[in-house]
């Protein structure tokens, strides 16, 4: 649900995705865009992108703090090679 409200709404789903600080920026890059993409129309699809691909890192490292608490917590996994 995050990501199509980041497609349709960059600056609310960064927001709300807990990223103020790069809805700030996308809200900037989006006005930018919206004059510049008047003449080059592929400008219009770069702040969607920029939500799209900031909430999906801001994802991915919340899954990997989970993994390594989890690890830390209970140890490696079975069969896991140890170096």
């Given at each position: 649900?995050?990501?199509?409200?980041?497609?349709?709404?960059?600056?609310?789903?960064?927001?709300?995705?807990?990223?103020?600080?790069?809805?700030?920026?996308?809200?900037?890059?989006?006005?930018?865009?919206?004059?510049?993409?008047?003449?080059?129309h592929?400008?219009?699809?770069?702040?969607?992108?920029?939500?799209?691909i900031?909430?999906?890192?801001?994802?991915?490292?919340?899954?990997?703090?989970?993994?390594?608490?989890?690890?830390?917590?209970?140890?490696?996994?079975?069969?896991?090679?140890?170096?």
């Open positions: 649900m995050i990501y199509i409200l980041a497609a349709l709404l960059p600056p609310l789903g960064l927001l709300l995705n807990g990223q103020p600080f790069s809805a700030v920026f996308n809200l900037v890059l989006l006005v930018f865009c919206l004059v510049l993409g008047l003449f080059f592929v400008l219009l699809l770069v702040p969607s992108a920029h939500a799209l900031a909430v999906h890192m801001k994802r991915e490292e919340r899954r990997h703090r989970e993994v390594v608490a989890a690890i830390r917590q209970y140890g490696p996994p079975p069969g896991y090679p140890r170096y």
